[in-house]
């Protein structure tokens, strides 16, 4: 199962996490928020302004702080490659995967170790170093500091481990000018000389990391009275030992061995007995190469810490032994009474085992196969099947691997530890395992949750003092509850007189061979009372669910017990304290002779002696000042610089500091200024409904703006205790607030109320702002359109005025106009006339020979006017040719100019119209026939132009030719 599945238990456990009571403090029913979406963005963006949320150094400032507005903050940091952010008093170190420059260079652990105000500085591991440092140099109690680095694999807990040593290494060095610089520098290495050793023998290469330490560690950093760094020890907690004799899928063994495998010279190959190209069943994946496999580094850190030559080679031939171990395999024999049988490269292996062990072959065979009873003072010998020989085989190995461990971490603490009376103060830093929630999980995994439960529940408790001196220093009068931590989380697990691990080690003390089905009874029977236990009725095998802080666990009750015993045969162990080994030798006998009691070594449980470690390591934990550094892993995959939202979740909550979230939003998760508070709340205050007088926000001063605020709030809150449309659900509202010195504390509650309060006065202020628009809008429209109707009727006076006036104009144009034609037609008929001759020459008027020769006249050139008649003008236009008059009408026009200069009725077919043939000039129109009586013009119709049609006699009643034209 792939550790993203892993990590969806987790989340599923903790979504499912009922019964769990969450609130540290008064609990506090939220309502189902009346805001919306858009108004919760509102809000969202005057208490946070996410285009500057990479410039929050600390979480606590993120507004309300909620799991998803930290998370945001945090991204927004990681894209802007900031891996260090507090959180309250705890340091959330994002993982960049990939070498920082400068970031953890010499003179930047200068800078923050010779900062006057190292917390002004960007958030940094070397913040939380110095900050312990100072603590101890100010020699407050509690003087001694505890710095605890946890998260999940490969979030960067050892690293950072690695920077704190450095940095004291640095820093505590640094400021020695007495001491001789010679032995300062020979601790400092020792100190930092133990890492590759530890990480040679306690890493390996996992799914989740290529650097994974598979045991925890607490080292103590002895300082003497003038701070310098005197000495360390380190304490080793639970020790993943059967990693020795099994592997996960792609997963490897402890790096030490790989290290040997791969770097080991001809003459150690030789010596070692592993000639090139021999492969380990115990060592898979060796083609693989991590940073780690670097053999020179440890045997130079081990040369360092003084281990000679002789140890170092009689600690090579036991790990070379134990390979060899891995490769023996049995086979069932045919005769049950015989013990299993060896093929001959087995034979072979164990033969090589037993050298390099330094203990008789045979007798290593012969242990591995058979084992011894004991029946009263009489023992008998049994073989063992071919499951317990290789059982016996893999505890051989696995007990070797782990003393041989125990042992180094022994000598390293010889090497380096301070004498007592030279110290006087330490600096403990703390790198522990994960929660921890897998598809299968088992004793292991109990262990480990339970060390995070302890760790949580001094967390929690330390998180809360930190919080109540923030609302102290802020002068808050606050009442918490009596609160309830995962203390009955660890009473399952630890309590007494019955509890899951009493449980365990009563079965396990029990002779006889475990059942895991009766173990599940029992614990169902005992614990049942246990909320934070139970029981999935619907699977097969046996199994018990816990409920831990950050999720709920499956453990697997198979195979529990036999882990918790973890025996080992006692042949196996007379057999390697019979070692020619000197080391071996010596750490068998020593082991026995520290505890006679449990001559075996196996009557401690490892649940037991795991219990007790922790305990130790909580009592120091509780005598020192904690600072905690959660590390995150941005992403399951290892890559640089990417971050994903769902893992980074999850490992928050796991690692409390969304549990922390939840208290905090159980205490005043808002913070307000008092100034940016009257900004958007004034308004309530200025309210007629809350007649709260004039609170002059604006007004300077601190203190009158905590009065403007503090009665503000008093309003608020009267309102709300008189309103019988509000449930209060028996909670006293004065609870939800309180004015510190600079800022509001607000429960979710008060907000949401202050909030309502806000839409109400806002939505009754837009009302009436409507109200005054659409009657304004109403008026205007009003207004407009009687300008409208003014403007049109002007400007449709003007047009009239001005259409008349040209009209007139024109009028007047052709009036005078036509008074001048008839003036010159006359004169023109008169000259037509037949006593025309009569005339003088000279009296007829002259005209512009131009205009002559078009047949037109020039109207002024005529000296008196004439009456000329408009139907004979009429008729004259009509037979005027066109050609020469360019005045005359043509085609239709002249018709028409005929009909009415003579005033026929106009009806159709009463008339003829014909033009000539060629010109297309009027010809003739005539009349239908009607009767006999024919006019005949002789002469130019001009001549009757003085005179009027009789407009009372039918002309068509003539039956005449009204018109013809003489050609
Ligand atoms: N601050 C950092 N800068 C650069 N790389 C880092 C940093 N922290 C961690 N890493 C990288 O992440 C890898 C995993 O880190 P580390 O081994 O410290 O994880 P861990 O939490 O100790 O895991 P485990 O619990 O499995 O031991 C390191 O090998 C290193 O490459």
Redesign the pocket.
């Known amino acids: 199962m792939s550790s993203a599945d892993n990590r969806r238990i987790v989340r599923e456990g903790r979504r499912n996490g009922g019964g769990k009571e969450k609130g540290f403090f008064q609990k506090v029913h939220s309502p189902p928020s009346p805001l919306n979406d858009s108004l919760e963005g509102e809000i969202q963006a005057f208490l946070i302004d996410e285009d500057q949320l990479h410039t929050y150094d600390d979480l606590t400032k993120v507004n309300p702080v909620t799991p998803s507005t930290v998370l945001k903050c945090l991204q927004a940091r990681y894209s802007v490659k900031v891996?260090y952010t507090h959180a309250g008093c705890t340091l959330v170190?994002l993982?960049?995967?990939?070498?920082?420059p400068d970031?953890?260079t010499l003179d930047v652990m200068k800078e923050y170790h010779g900062a006057p105000q190292p917390q002004e500085f960007k958030p940094h591991i070397f913040i939380v170093a110095e900050e312990a440092y100072r603590n101890v140099q100010g020699q407050l109690e509690p003087v001694n500091q505890s710095l605890v680095v946890s998260?999940?694999?490969?979030?960067?807990?050892?690293?950072?481990?690695?920077?704190l040593m450095k940095y004291y290494a640095t820093v505590a060095a640094s400021s020695s000018v007495v001491k001789s610089q010679d032995t300062v520098e020979r601790i400092e290495r020792r100190v930092l000389d133990s890492n590759p050793i530890m990480e040679a023998f306690g890493?390996a290469c996992?799914l989740?990391?290529?650097?994974?330490?598979?045991f925890g560690k607490y080292i103590q950093l002895q300082l003497d009275r003038c701070q310098l760094l005197v000495g360390a020890s380190v304490q080793t907690y639970l020790l993943e030992k059967s990693r020795v004799a099994c592997q996960l899928a792609n997963e490897r063994n402890f790096h030490i061995f790989y290290q040997m495998m791969k770097m080991a010279t001809d003459e150690q190959r030789k010596e070692w007995k592993m000639p090139p190209g021999q492969c380990f069943v115990w060592l898979p994946n060796s083609e693989k190469t991590v940073?780690e496999d670097c053999f020179h580094e440890t045997v130079e850190a081990m040369v360092h810490l003084g281990i000679n030559t002789e140890r170092q080679r009689q600690i090579f031939r036991i790990l070379a032994g134990i390979l060899q171990l891995g490769n023996v395999n049995f086979y069932s024999s045919t005769d049950e009474s015989q013990p299993c049988n060896l093929d001959e490269q087995s034979k072979d292996f164990s033969q090589r085992a037993a050298e390099l062990l330094c203990v008789p072959a045979e007798e290593l065979q012969m242990c591995l196969r058979v084992r011894m009873l004991k029946a009263g003072k009489q023992s008998v010998l049994k073989p063992c099947s071919q499951a317990e020989c290789s059982m016996r085989r893999d505890c051989l190995a696995k007990v070797i691997y782990a003393q041989l461990f125990d042992w180094l971490v022994t000598f390293i603490n010889n090497s380096i530890c301070a004498d007592k009376s030279t110290w006087c103060n330490f600096i403990g830093v703390l790198?522990v395992?994960?929660f921890e929630c897998f598809q299968i999980n088992n004793l292991e995994q109990l262990c480990i949750n339970y060390a995070n439960e302890k760790l949580q529940q001094h967390f929690v408790s330390h998180y809360l003092r930190a919080q109540q001196e923030e609302y102290v220093s802020e002068g808050l009068e606050w009442s918490f509850v009596k609160y309830q931590d995962n203390q009955s989380c660890l009473d399952l697990l630890e309590g007494s007189p019955v509890s899951v691990f009493s449980l365990l080690n009563e079965e396990s003390r029990l002779n006889r061979v475990s059942d895991a089905k009766t173990l599940r009874v029992r614990l169902e029977k005992e614990l049942c009372d246990n909320a934070n236990i139970s029981w999935d009725k619907f699977s097969k095998e046996p199994h018990f669910t816990v409920a831990h802080y950050a999720g709920k666990v499956h453990y697997q009750i198979q195979g529990m017990v036999e882990k918790n015993k973890d025996p080992v045969p006692p042949e196996l162990s007379s057999l390697l304290q019979k070692s020619d080994n000197p080391l071996l030798h010596q750490i068998f006998t020593d082991k026995e002779t520290e505890n006679p009691t449990t001559k075996g070594l196996s009557k401690v449980t490892v649940v037991s002696k795991f219990k007790n470690s922790l305990e130790s390591l909580m009592k120091i934990l509780h005598t020192t000042t904690p600072h905690y550094t959660r590390?995150i892993?941005p992403n399951p995959d290892?890559k640089p610089l990417t971050f994903k939202k769902e893992e980074v979740i999850m490992q928050l909550e796991a690692c409390g500091i969304v549990e922390t979230i939840h208290i905090s939003a159980a205490g005043f998760p808002i913070r307000i200024p008092f100034q940016s508070f009257m900004q958007r709340y004034g308004l309530i205050a200025k309210h007629p409904m809350f007649k709260s007088g004039s609170v002059d926000a604006q007004a300077g001063g601190s203190d009158v703006l905590r009065r403007a605020v503090e009665k503000l709030l008093s309003v608020v809150l009267q309102h709300k205790a008189f309103d019988p449309s509000h449930n209060l659900d028996g909670q006293k509202p004065n609870s939800w607030v309180h004015c510190g010195r600079t800022k509001v504390f607000l429960t979710q509650l008060m907000l949401d109320l202050l909030e309502d309060q806000r839409k109400k006065i806002l939505s009754q202020c837009a009302f009436t702002i409507q109200c005054c628009w659409l009657k304004h809008r109403r008026r205007r429209h009003h207004a407009r359109h009687q300008s409208a109707t003014l403007i049109q009727a002007v400007v449709r006076a003007w047009l009239v005025r001005r259409c008349v006036q040209r009209r007139n104009r024109a009028a007047a144009v052709i009036q005078n106009t036509w008074r001048k034609w008839r003036a010159l037609l006359k004169s023109l008929a008169e000259a037509e006339l037949d006593d025309a001759e009569d005339l003088a020459e000279e009296d007829l008027p002259v005209l512009n020979p131009v205009i002559r020769e078009r047949g037109s006249v020039q109207l002024s050139s005529i000296q008196k006017p004439v009456t000329v008649r408009g139907w004979p003008m009429g008729l004259a236009l009509a037979s005027a040719p066109s050609i020469t008059m360019s005045l005359t009408a043509t085609g239709f026009q002249k018709m028409v100019s005929v009909m009415a200069s003579l005033h026929l009725p106009s009806q159709r077919g009463a008339y003829t119209v014909k033009p000539n043939q060629f010109s297309q000039e009027l010809a003739s129109i005539r009349a239908q026939p009607k009767g006999s009586v024919k006019l005949h013009y002789q002469r130019s119709p001009l001549l009757y132009a003085d005179r009027q049609p009789d407009m009372k006699s039918d002309v068509t009643g003539f039956n005449a030719i009204l018109l013809e034209k003489t050609l």
């Open positions: 891996f170190a993982n960049p995967f990939q070498p920082i970031l953890y998260g999940e694999s490969g979030a960067g807990k050892t690293w950072t481990s690695r920077c890493n996992t989740r990391n290529n650097n994974s330490s598979r940073e790198d395992y994960g590390c892993k290892c």
